[in-house]
């Protein structure tokens, strides 16, 4: 007669294996304003929101404000380039495309704010800015192509944009650590969320 493993020896053999798997539970909570890892992303989403306006770094456009000549053309070039592809996608698909975010952030705030899912709370909180930078792109490069803008004019526009992108964000961290707080507190004080 074949005997089986006693439960004792093969939860000594699977404890490794266990501790594993809740530990890689524990890096991936879902409990994210709890977790480091949400406040590195949200730090590094606004870098690098506020490091590219329409796709030109900073440091081209205060080249560029600094030396004219080759330095301003490169400017010129690659902001052309990005308003160029922006409108083209946008008047292509800019119907679905706003669909498919409009659709999208109305799940994750239902999830968010109906269900309470602090998950959904915290993708919401880094989808709603980033739609509203998206926004403020669009509006920029519509302006370019109107006012058909070069050089000196284009830099100012280009910094004032990044100007309003990160007051935008200051204000997104702000609501953002405000309402975290408010969570972890009431989790912790007042047992709410398990």
Not at 108 to 120: D, Q
Not at 121 to 139: G, H, I, K, S
Not at 157 to 168: E, F, G, K, N, S
């Amino acid at each position: 007669m074949h005997e089986g493993v006693s439960p004792r020896a093969s939860h000594r053999r699977n404890r490794p294996l266990l501790t594993l798997f809740d530990n890689i539970i524990g890096l991936i909570d879902m409990r994210s304003f709890s977790s480091v890892w949400y406040w590195i992303v949200l730090a590094l989403f606004w870098s690098r929101m506020s490091q590219f306006t329409l796709g030109v770094p900073y440091d081209v456009i205060m080249r560029a404000r600094r030396n004219a000549g080759q330095d301003l053309a490169d400017m010129t070039t690659l902001a052309g380039v990005h308003v160029r592809r922006k409108l083209e996608l946008t008047r292509r698909a800019g119907h679905w495309v706003l669909a498919f975010f409009a659709g999208l952030l109305t799940l994750v705030f239902m999830l968010a704010f109906v269900y309470m899912l602090e998950f959904a709370q915290a993708v919401f909180l880094l989808l709603m800015p980033l739609v509203m930078v998206r926004l403020l792109d669009l509006r920029l490069a519509l302006k370019i192509e109107r006012e058909n803008m070069h050089a000196e004019r284009l830099a100012r526009a280009l910094l004032r944009h990044r100007l309003w992108v990160q007051v935008l964000g200051i204000i997104a961290i702000f609501v953002t650590a405000v309402w975290g707080m408010f969570v972890v507190m009431s989790r912790s004080v007042l047992g709410w969320g398990g």
